[in-house]
């Protein structure tokens, strides 16, 4: 833990530094934040956001939306298989259910379990930027938005032209469990878009297959995805979005080790999202959308061998509409909006269960004076098994200077259980019908500080949940069974610094550092219960990229550091470098360089030392 305080001295120190040199211009280029109803600059948002953007995704050494987080401060990747094949998501400490993922402002909610949330069939070339918000946000993202949010939004396309893309890799190990050949990964994805004064449309298809990293590892993975942007006139703008995956994996360890080594999973998903922008007035905006998921599950507990035993298929729908509206007054703004939900499930462990949905969101945003901003609101929800609920929520904040900011806020949220949580039979994992669901409650204190080279985040925050619910058994029991197994209190220290060194107009290095830090107590009414997921949350988590560019070329060394509440701290570094050569593209990555063997979900190890070289070719 050494190396992590001075680390975090280091950044502090820095801090001051840099705020006592004199170089007093704002930030580079300001993101525009879109909630569901208003946009604001990020620099005057009141909220703790980070924002990873496209530019530092393309350097990143990962292929995947679970790979470009895994380097987010304060974001928890659990992975089980690597490269994207399964990972589940959190935000400061939270479960992996409590956290809600958007796509261009969509909710993306999996009703079945959250395990295949990120089963999301998005290139990390669409992506614009992913924005990370923390803390309780109901009355902004409505249910499931516990501890945060994360929403994808992919670009809206400026020029015509094709994607071709392709990689393999290997960690030059060998299968000694069954053929004894080499693993190696490889992967090739290709794009076109068409760009038009009125309409812009995008599609992509990829495939990636492996044969593994150990023993039933293997996995293949086929993607499909179309964006279309179309803008009939300066009012009024049409975003519609298609995305297909089929993920077949390997699942030795997944779930139920050591008995499930042959074990294997099929996982499909289909969505499609339709949404506009109105200008009605001036003053008045109108922001419709539909939804539709669709989810296919096949675990199989003997793998292939035997489909007739230890089976378990999951066919889920999720149908929503959302209607949200902004007005502008003499002072301030109005949003207001109500949503709908539909989801159900045809199951083989779960059964055959469906429920409602019906959300309505108030806000109003105002500038107190001319420093202080405040955004209050409230989402009133009903849900047809846990009938009316209501979840306020305030955020301010007070500009000191032009680059120093103080933020706060104070938010709750709910997370309604999912259909395994509910309703799951199987011989070792037991769901509960009777489940309240989870309530939180959060408060937060902070600041920014912002110059053109150099950005420094600190904030603490306090968050109560009630009604936690985990997956436990007695100590004298074999199966496990969800329940409301007490309340967690969490106090929590994220601090995020970037700063640049521009060496001549080609070439610079930049720096990004970013630490958290939690102190979780669990308060349960029952003693001597192990515990399935509470255990494995991050206690301190250290994420640092250093990288330079040189013209076309590009280095990047990344380093991970997570320490949970049980089991080793461990240490994790990657490395990419890449050159471009007019239209094409050459990159090598190097993850996991020093081999270290560590584990983020149960008996799972993830890879050890993986290099892979890749190619692509880009006109647009």
């Known amino acids: 833990m050494t190396k992590v305080y001075l680390a975090v001295l280091g950044l502090i120190s820095a801090a001051l530094n840099a705020q006592a040199q004199n170089d007093s211009i704002i930030n580079i280029d300001e993101v525009i934040i879109q909630d569901n109803r208003f946009s604001t600059p990020i620099s005057k948002k009141n909220r703790n956001i980070y924002v990873i953007d496209k530019t530092v995704i393309e350097k990143l050494p990962g292929r995947s939306i679970q790979e470009v987080l895994q380097y987010a401060n304060g974001v928890d990747i659990r992975q089980r298989g690597p490269f994207g094949t399964q990972a589940d998501v959190s935000i400061d400490g939270g479960s992996f259910e409590q956290t809600v993922v958007l796509l261009n402002g969509t909710k993306i909610i999996d009703p079945q379990t959250a395990h295949n949330m990120l089963n999301i069939p998005i290139p990390v070339e669409v992506i614009e930027r992913i924005e990370i918000i923390r803390g309780p946000a109901a009355f902004i993202y409505g249910v499931n938005s516990l501890t945060g949010a994360i929403n994808i939004i992919t670009k809206k396309p400026t020029e015509s032209g094709v994607l071709v893309s392709s990689y393999a890799g290997s960690n030059f190990e060998k299968d000694s469990q069954d053929t004894g050949d080499t693993f190696f990964g490889t992967g090739i994805q290709l794009g076109a878009v068409l760009s038009k004064e009125k309409h812009q449309h995008s599609i992509f298809a990829s495939h990636d297959k492996s044969n593994g990293y150990r023993y039933n590892t293997a996995f293949e993975n086929n993607k499909i995805f179309y964006q279309g942007n179309v803008q009939l006139n300066d009012s009024n703008e049409i975003l519609s979005s298609f995305g297909y995956i089929n993920n077949g994996f390997g699942a030795n360890g997944f779930y139920a080790a050591p008995g499930d080594i042959n074990s294997s999973e099929v996982v499909q998903t289909t969505f499609a999202n339709l949404q506009s922008k109105h200008a009605i007035t001036e003053n008045w905006k109108i922001m419709p959308r539909v939804s539709y998921r669709y989810n296919y599950d096949d675990y199989r507990y003997y793998g292939i061998a035997n489909l007739n035993a230890g089976r378990s298929q999951h066919y889920t729908n999720s149908i929503a509409a959302e209607l949200n ?173 970037t700063y640049r060194i521009d060496f001549s107009k080609d070439s610079r290095l930049n720096f990004v550092l970013g630490y958290s830090y939690l102190d979780a107590e669990f308060k349960n009414s029952r003693t001597e219960i192990y515990s399935k997921y509470l255990i494995s949350s991050l206690k301190h988590q250290l994420t640092n990229t250093i990288d330079f560019q040189y013209k076309k070329l590009s280095v990047l060394f990344a380093t991970r550091f997570n320490e949970r509440v049980t089991g080793p701290s461990y240490w994790i570094n990657d490395f990419r470098i890449s050159q471009s050569i007019e239209k094409f593209t050459v990159f090598a990555d190097a993850q996991n360089i020093f081999n270290t063997t560590y584990y983020e979900v149960g008996a799972v190890p993830l890879p050890s030392r993986w290099f892979s070289l890749g190619v692509k070719f880009v006109t647009f």
């Open 325 to 497: 509206s902004t007005v502008k007054l003499s002072k301030g703004e109005i949003g207001f909006g109500a949503e709908f939900r539909n989801e159900d499930i045809h199951s083989s462990n779960i059964g055959d269960h469906d429920r409602d949905n019906v959300g309505i969101y108030a806000e109003y945003r105002t500038n107190f004076f001319e420093k202080l901003s405040v955004n209050l609101g409230t989402y009133l929800n009903y849900n047809s098994d846990y009938k009316w609920q209501v979840y306020p929520g305030v955020d301010a904040s007070y500009e000191i200077t032009d680059e120093f900011k103080i933020i706060g806020n104070v938010g709750t949220s709910q997370r309604i259980p999912s259909f395994t949580d509910l309703y799951l039979k199987q011989t070792g994992n037991v769901g509960n019908p009777d489940l309240d669901s989870e309530n939180a409650f959060q408060s937060e204190i902070g600041f920014k500080f912002n110059r053109r080279k150099f950005t420094f985040n600190a904030n603490y925050f306090y968050r109560k949940i009630t009604n936690y619910i985990d997956w436990t058994r007695m100590v004298t029991t074999v199966a496990w069974q969800s329940q409301n197994t007490g309340d967690l209190s969490t106090n929590g220290v994220n601090l995020r610094s």
